[in-house]
């Protein structure tokens, strides 16, 4: 007998990975975060991993609309990190280093 896979609904998942798609072709709009979730923008900048040409000119103007190198979600940091060091953009460096850093006391 073969697995039964449930049909789960996938709208919020959708929704982020359309936008990443749209972000990875430069499409990038002020108003692409307004009605997501803070998993959905995690989501979303995580899914941008999946395209390996995502240039540093992208980078800069997604970090120019959308500010995600100052979020207040660490997730969001973390995945911006992961996205802009994969896109080589050096101008994240320092920021990933402080972000990850343990701090004591």
């Known amino acids: 007998m073969p697995p039964v896979i ?3 609904d996938k709208t919020l998942v959708t929704k982020s990975e359309g936008v990443a798609e749209a972000w ?3 499409d990038i709009h002020p108003d692409d975060l307004k009605n997501l979730t803070p998993q959905q923008v995690i989501a979303a900048v995580s899914n941008l991993l999946k395209y ?3 240039s540093i ?3 800069k103007k997604l970090n120019d609309v959308h500010n ?3 979020s207040k979600n ?8 992961r996205v802009c ?3 080589r953009y050096e101008g994240i460096v320092e ?4 972000s990850l850093q343990v701090r004591e006391g």
């Open 6 to 8: 449930p049909d789960y």
């Open 24 to 26: 990875s072709k430069n």
């Open 52 to 54: 390996k040409d995502v």
């Open 57 to 59: 000119d992208t980078i």
């Open 68 to 70: 995600f190198e100052n």
């Open 74 to 81: 660490s997730e969001i940091i973390f995945a911006w990190c």
């Open 85 to 87: 060091i994969q896109a």
């Open 95 to 98: 920021k990933a280093l402080t």
